[in-house]
């Protein structure tokens, strides 16, 4: 019969002993034993400390059989696999730059060979780029031949198998775990070496057949990946005995980032005149996908399905992707103002970087072309930034802490920082009030509240003395000032709108609203605003403001700043903004008070 008195919850060691001591307890041919100072006391240490390692070892293994529980990167990846899903792998860091030869003798043109390589430095570090093709120039201006191309930073590295029929399930792992797999090339040496055949990579099996010289890329063990060949149904598989060699970039991932000086390596086609000069400095580079990111981004590639339907899937593609993109927000033309139907709109933001340069939105255009309906357009366009201005008075207690003023007001800073880092600077997010005010008041033990008051703000860069046309977007209802319409008398304080001081025909001003929904330019005279001319309109119920006749002569500051009242403290971002708070945007005052 069973014995009742086991209890199976607790699978520590100690709680593992003391089962086994109840266990033997109740049977009547061990009850009288000394557990404690007998020699079964020691057998019963070894078999609680069996029964330990063997729960631990069995939870260990369990744990590795799931996505959601697995710890292990290989167990990661491999579950990964079984979703379709290849981990991002190590990306080439990406300059553009432009050689110009100058050959010393007349020539009709010049080679300049595949990985062609360039040196450059990143602080103590030197590193090597190459160009990924062959190209031909084949004029030259002044005598002088010019290439504009992309060069990538990595060791170009080549690992060489022969086939082996005889081996059940050969594998082709490459080498290196640094490997940027976009650079893979593959050749096939067939009959001897007399036969080349050129495979190229593929990522889906629609339209592959028997013959078709394609190889696939998959994630192996020990962060590595491996070359996997068609069974002559799917993809031609290489002849038994055929050599194949598989080139590659191995690449230094983030580390490159930046460089912009770049000298060439040595002769180009037996030309020594060379020069680089730099487009375009180095970016792109990242490292490996991490555990916790794979995790992520497995599952929703899979419903994905490597293709783009809702705005959730290009999110998900791009990101997956593309390392280098901190944020991305994609919306439906039906949802612009005004509608433009047949269009999605992508908003990227680099980590590096305000949104990306358009030699990168071309390369994003490139990659989700492809996977996106034949009857929808993609299209690129740059994040708004929308900026948040805290005021802050803090009050702590004097008798509570032994910190000054200065050490306060360092920490409320560095608090406020630390809620922008978790909770802005990215797409469709909203920064809550409360949540604010709460994270200044614990940025030390000492403070006992605080009086907070935040804005929004929007800049704009005028051309001078040109007559221009601004739309901004800011997504939040604004808190419309009720009264008659703006006087000439009347303070330019308490209206929903104003801005940085600008010059206006020689005269200083600045732009108000009137409470009725037009926008001003108004000149500023003793504390008062005279009115000048109407420039623009603005919605309250939305937060759009439009202008459409800007004309000034100058303005204080890098830019025109718009300070808007809005009708909610909780601030939010929709479409292609961002929320963001800038060093000059924080004011903290500190007061210290005895309780």
Do not use: W
Request: aromatic share 10%; net charge negative.
């Amino acid at each position: 019969m069973a014995n009742t008195n086991i209890e199976l919850v607790g699978l520590d060691f100690a709680s593992l002993k003391s089962n086994l001591k109840t266990f033997l307890k109740n049977n009547t041919q061990f009850k009288d034993l000394d557990y404690e100072g007998s020699n079964i006391n020691v057998l019963l240490d070894v078999l609680a400390y069996n029964s330990y390692l063997n729960a631990f070892y069995t939870n260990m293994v369990a744990s590795e059989m799931f996505l959601d529980t697995a710890q292990l990167r290989d167990s990661v990846v491999s579950h990964a696999k079984e979703l379709n899903y290849t981990p991002r792998s190590f990306n080439s860091s990406r300059a553009q730059v432009t050689v110009d030869i100058t050959p010393t003798s007349s020539v009709s043109s010049i080679a300049v060979p595949q990985y062609t390589s360039f040196t450059a430095r990143v602080g103590s570090n030197t590193y090597t780029f190459s160009t990924s093709e062959a190209y031909v120039i084949t004029s030259g201006e002044g005598g002088v031949y010019s290439l504009t191309a992309f060069i990538y930073e990595g060791n170009i590295l080549t690992d060489t198998f022969v086939v082996n029929s005889s081996t059940t399930r050969q594998r082709f792992v490459l080498s290196s775990s640094t490997i940027d797999t976009s650079s893979i090339a593959v050749t096939v040496y067939e009959d001897g070496g007399q036969t080349t055949h050129t495979y190229t990579r593929a990522t889906k099996l629609l339209g592959v057949t028997d013959q078709s010289k394609v190889f696939f890329v998959q994630p192996a063990e020990n962060q590595q990946y491996e070359v996997v060949f068609g069974d002559d149904v799917f993809g031609r598989r290489p002849k038994d005995g055929s050599t194949v060699a598989v080139r590659y970039r191995a690449c230094s991932g983030e580390l490159p980032n930046g460089a912009s000086t770049f000298v060439s390596d040595g002769l180009i086609d037996g030309h020594a005149n060379v020069s680089v000069s730099t487009v375009t400095s180095a970016a792109g580079g990242a490292v490996a996908e991490t555990v916790e990111s794979i995790r992520f981004n497995a599952p929703r590639a899979f419903q994905a399905q490597d293709r783009a339907v809702t705005a959730s899937d290009y999110e998900t593609i791009l990101a997956a992707n593309f390392t280098d993109i901190q944020a991305v927000s994609v919306y439906g033309g039906e949802e612009a103002n005004p509608p433009q139907y047949g269009r999605v709109f992508i908003s990227v933001d680099l980590a590096d970087a305000d949104g990306a340069p358009e030699g990168r939105k071309q390369v994003f255009y490139d990659f989700i072309k492809d996977r996106t309906p034949l009857t929808i357009e993609p299209v690129f366009i740059d994040p708004d930034f929308l900026h948040v201005k805290i005021s802050t008075t803090v009050y702590y207690n004097i008798n509570n802490t032994t910190k000054t003023t200065a050490d306060i007001k360092s920490s409320v800073q560095a608090a406020i920082s630390s809620f922008q880092a978790a909770n802005l600077d990215k797409f469709k997010t909203t920064m809550y009030y409360s949540a604010l005010t709460s994270a200044i008041d614990d940025a030390d033990a000492s403070i006992i509240g605080n009086d907070t008051e935040t804005f929004l703000a929007a800049r704009v860069y005028p051309s001078l003395n040109t007559s221009q046309q601004f739309t901004i977007e800011t997504h939040n209802a604004l808190a419309q000032e009720i009264g008659v319409k703006l006087l000439g008398d009347e303070t330019h304080y308490g209206h929903t709108i104003t801005s940085t001081q600008v010059t206006y025909q020689g005269v200083p001003a600045i732009i108000v609203d009137d409470t009725l929904g037009n926008l001003y330019i108004a000149a500023l005279q003793n504390n008062t605003v005279e009115l000048l001319t109407q420039i623009g309109t603005v919605n309250y119920t939305t937060g759009l403001v439009t202008i459409s006749n800007l004309n000034i002569s100058d303005y204080l500051g890098p830019y025109v700043e718009f300070k808007f009242r809005t009708l909610s403290k909780n601030l939010q971002c929709v479409q292609n903004t961002i929320l963001t708070v800038d060093d000059v945007d924080v004011d903290v005052s500190v007061v210290g008070v005895r309780k």
